[in-house]
T-cell receptor, first 114, second 112 residues
Framework: NAGVTQTPKFQVLKTGQSMTLQCAQD?????MSWYRQDPGMGLRLIHY???????DQGEVPNGYNVSRSTTEDFPLRLLSAAPSQTSVYFCASSPGRGENQPQHFGDGTRLSIL | SQKIEQNSEALNIQEGKTATLTCNYT??????LQWYRQDPGRGPVFLLLIRENEKEKRKERLKVTFDTTLKQSLFHITASQPADSATYLCALDPNQGGKLIFGQGTELSVKP
């Protein structure tokens, strides 16, 4: 099993450009989420999904869109990149919600917006 | 306001000693708390989960305590090794809906 796979690993964008960060998991997990990690801020939840066709906002959703057409994939779209979106982005999955569901993380996408 | 805080300064200890990391939270009443390890350039990896009705949880050289009165969790690594050097994150789920809130992490450095 590959676990949670994120692509690309690194990306540089210009302000105003759009792009999609890819996330795929092969564990048949229902719950998937996107976090961003900034120095001194810890991980902050952007969007999450409890199953195919269902998404909801986290703590910092502005400027990002998500969709969940399959159980395996949960892409994150930046509509018009801004320098404030420079960060490391992590995708995570778990079998479900609740106390017995530790999250499995990918190794991140490092995104720089110029 | 609600927040979760960990030691902001890096923790430097000698090999063989016990490392103790702190996680404090305010204005939450979590049913459980999780600890993760993160290595440079990698995603966090789950280590331990402790429930509100558990005072202590152990896994090999790791021990976690959870004091809901003090609103604090302590994470101990006994007989520490240089390979334990990493950033350790605590996380809680205020509404048991899977929306984890993370602390900012504490960087641990174990010197030989």
């Amino acid at each position: 099993n590959a676990g949670v796979t994120q692509t690309p690993k690194f990306q540089v964008l210009k302000t105003g450009q759009s792009m999609t960060l890819q996330c795929a998991q092969d564990m048949n997990h229902e719950y998937m989420s996107w976090y961003r990690q900034d120095p001194g801020m810890g991980l902050r939840l952007i969007h999450y999904s409890v199953g195919a066709g269902i998404t909801d906002q986290g703590e910092v959703p502005n400027g990002y869109n998500v969709s969940r057409s399959t159980t395996e994939d949960f892409p994150l779209r930046l509509l018009s990149a801004a320098p404030s979106q420079t960060s490391v982005y992590f995708c995570a999955s778990s079998p479900g919600r609740g106390e017995n569901q530790p999250q499995h993380f990918g190794d991140g996408t490092r995104l720089s917006i110029l | 306001s609600q927040k979760i805080e960990q030691n902001s300064e890096a923790l430097n200890i000698q090999e063989g000693k016990t490392a103790t990391l702190t996680c404090n939270y305010t204005n939450y009443s979590p049913a459980y708390l999780q600890w993760y390890r993160q290595d440079p350039g990698r995603g966090p990896v789950f280590l331990l989960l402790i429930r509100e009705n558990e005072k202590e949880k152990r896994k090999e050289r790791l021990k976690v305590t959870f004091d809901t009165t003090l609103k604090q969790s302590l994470f101990h690594i006994t007989a520490s090794q240089p390979a334990d050097s990493a950033t350790y994150l605590c996380a809680l789920d205020p509404n048991q809906g899977g929306k984890l809130i993370f602390g900012q992490g504490t960087e641990l450095s174990v010197k030989p």
